[in-house]
């Protein structure tokens, strides 16, 4: 996903991703409410979760686990769209700071000038 | 085994990487072939591992802090970067780490086989250690392989299954006066790798260590003679580990022959600590 997508698509793709990795796992398709339970509701395993946020690391392209969100801080689907949109918004903000990927590209290259003269 | 100073690491560049939001793409014809990622594969036992890849057709992606030789060899025999890539960094760079596998994970499409092979050692009893080798030997040998493994089972999850091995030692399992922090390192990613196992076994991730004795390598040529021969006493098969003897273990585990072992770790001593 190349465009910052709207709060909508955030939860879209979330729910989604959910689903599947519920069908995968029982073989039936079922609607996904924000106010659903991961765990108690839905069923979701820990492993289920770190599926689904392996997976919406590609889609969306953040981790807000990484730094910014504490994985124990999620119980429902709505505190896990909002921790994509929390993501998001402060990534795009820290992305138009410092021109994201090409400044990470010579930020990277940088460290490794500095690796290589050690 | 015990290495002096570090088997090293690094990112060449940042070409398709999920924090930016982009897509990976995969290299032509990459996406039918084992794709293995040895850290620390300039040298020893981690150079034995690539080679090992290599030949048995698998894309091979290796980091260390220096360009060996060895890694400017398998450079000029790689085709076109189509099956072998290096990069520098250091270990205590956990940015470069998971942009490494990312960039891997770009390259190569996936990554089958992870091999937590980079380690260091600073000899000498704790009391008199300096605190900075204590923090530098807990960085390399176990924060990097915690660092890489969580960037790597990221990517295992999401292409369904996996396979991680760590690199243990002896030392980990029975004391030994002078490698206090090194065992300490080791015994952890024994840890490591049973928690792990638990926790990824039920989406076909399989982890396992190889716990290595004593075996020809650079840190064995300035053993004393007399300790030399005390080792070889004390082991039943009367020889020293040859660096394959250990290689082969790590390839068995990341074979689809040990598709049915995970959690384990495989001592590869001749017998000394039996």
């Known amino acids: ?118 | 085994m015990l290495m002096r100073g570090r088997t090293g690491i690094g990112a060449s560049q940042l070409a398709s990487h999920p924090r930016s939001g982009r897509i990976a793409t995969t290299t032509a014809g990459a996406a039918s072939r084992k794709v293995a990622l040895v850290t620390g594969g300039s040298r020893g036992l981690g150079a034995e591992l690539v080679s090992g890849f290599l030949e048995r057709r698998c894309a091979v992606a290796t980091l260390s802090r220096t360009k060996t030789e060895f890694i400017k060899q398998t450079l000029r025999r790689s085709r076109r970067g189509n099956d072998f890539h290096w990069a520098a960094l250091d270990a205590s760079d956990h940015d470069a780490l998971q942009d490494f596998v990312a960039e891997v994970t770009a390259r190569f499409g996936r990554i089958d086989v992870l091999v937590n092979n980079m380690g260091m050692a600073v000899e000498g009893i704790l009391p008199t250690m300096r605190t900075r080798d204590i923090v530098d030997t807990v960085e390399v040998n176990l924060i990097a392989a915690l660092v890489v493994s969580h960037a790597c089972s990221r990517v295992m999850l999401r292409q369904g299954g996996g396979c991680i091995v760590n690199i243990s030692s002896i030392n980990a399992i029975r004391g030994q006066a002078g490698v206090a922090v090194y065992s300490a390192t080791k015994a952890a990613l024994d840890g490591l790798t049973r928690s792990l196992a638990r926790e990824l076994g039920p989406r076909n991730i399989r982890v396992n260590s190889v716990a290595p004795g004593y075996f020809e390598s650079d840190m064995v040529k300035h053993m004393a003679a007399d300790w030399k021969r005390r080792i070889l006493r004390r082991t039943p098969l009367g020889r020293l580990a040859r660096i394959e003897d250990v290689a082969n273990a790590v390839q068995f585990l990341a074979s689809d022959q040990a598709s049915f072992i995970t959690g384990q770790t495989i001592v590869v001593d001749g017998g000394i600590s039996c």
């Open chain 1, 1 to 118: 996903m190349l465009t910052r997508p709207t709060p909508r698509e955030i939860e879209s793709v979330v729910h989604r991703k959910i689903r599947a990795v519920l069908e995968e796992r029982s073989g039936e398709s079922r609607p996904i409410r924000g106010v659903d339970k991961l765990n108690a509701t839905l069923g979701l395993s820990s492993l289920d979760l770190a599926v689904v946020v392996a997976e919406l690391e590609i889609e969306l392209g953040a981790d807000p686990f990484a730094k910014l969100v504490p994985i124990t801080s999620v119980r429902s689907v709505d505190d896990l769209v909002e921790a994509y949109r929390k993501a998001l918004v402060l990534g795009a903000k820290s992305a138009e700071q410092d021109e994201g990927l090409d400044a990470a590209m010579r930020r990277a290259q940088r460290r490794r000038a500095r690796t290589v003269r050690k």
